[in-house]
């Protein structure tokens, strides 16, 4: 195989799994690992990819780097989907109380869902706390649910309200689950996410709830972005597509965190 369909193949495995490990490439291509190393150079040099220890990330997963939620949607959807139907068999129609859903695709998928939600009781109902307008405006579509928008500075690229005002809203409340999102999820450094504002109200999501249960597709295991929101014994329950690898699992194990395969 010529070095040219050796780097299209990383590419597209970068746009699938986020990540590409310079052993695995290796045993693929049948190839040393040093001529693994001289590929991710040169796609590193076209902008491709950012080298890290063991292989590289996709270049949308460097450190700083965030898409709008417009330009995440479609990715990843198959897994998005199973991911919030697994969410919702959290929230089944004899639950009362209040959750709170974090600004997200993925959490998105789950507000769509929620649209639909009927309580066992006639008098029932279910409150739904966010800082996103979108999400806020889906499940207010559903007569059974309660929405309770939190304000704040309003994030064009995700459409979430952050700062201080968001911040000191949250300080009083403390919803029996919390539906996160996140950019990154990283066996020493956590749940991440890209900006410090947005990070800061995901800690307040993670921290004030009696339950942080983390919706991440398997493109967000083991990457690092700039800022960490919760450690992974902050969170109760990380639902995913795919079985993260042997050091995020046995990371998982120890922080006592429940991982489901949606």
Same mark, same amino acid.
């Given at each position: ?32 690992s040093e001529t693994v190393r001289r ?54 129609? =004899? ?107 995901? !800690?307040?999501? =993670? ?23 919760? !450690? ?31």
């Amino acid at each position: 195989m010529y070095a040219e369909e050796r780097q299209q193949h990383i590419e597209g495995q970068l746009a699938e799994a986020g990540r590409v490990a310079v052993i695995d490439l290796a045993r693929t291509f049948d190839v040393s690992s040093e001529t693994v190393r001289r590929d991710l150079d040169q796609l590193e040099a076209r902008g491709v990819l950012r080298r890290v220890h063991g292989g590289a990330v996709s270049a949308a997963r460097i450190s700083r780097v965030e898409e709008s939620v417009a330009a995440r949607t479609d990715r990843n959807s198959d897994a998005k989907e199973r991911i919030a139907l697994a969410a919702l068999a959290l929230i089944p129609s =004899t639950f009362t109380g209040a959750i709170s859903i974090d600004s997200g695709t993925t959490t998105s998928r789950l507000a769509q869902h929620l649209r639909d939600w009927q309580p066992a009781a006639s008098a029932g109902s279910l409150t739904v706390i966010t800082n996103s307008i979108s999400i806020a405006a889906i499940v207010s579509e559903n007569p059974h649910i309660e929405v309770q928008l939190i304000g704040g500075r309003l994030r064009g690229i995700t459409g979430a309200a952050v700062g201080s005002a968001t911040l000191a809203q949250l300080s009083g409340i403390r919803p029996d689950i919390a539906f996160l999102g996140a950019n990154g999820v990283h066996a020493d450094f956590g749940f991440s996410t890209p900006d410090p504002d947005e990070a800061a109200v995901k !800690s307040a999501l =993670t921290r004030g709830s009696r339950r942080a249960i983390a919706l991440v597709d398997a493109s967000k295991l083991g990457i690092e972005t700039l800022m960490s929101f919760a !450690s992974l014994s902050e969170v109760d329950t990380i639902i995913t597509d795919h079985s993260p690898d042997d050091d995020l699992t046995l990371a998982l194990e120890r922080a006592d965190v429940e991982t489901v395969i949606a």
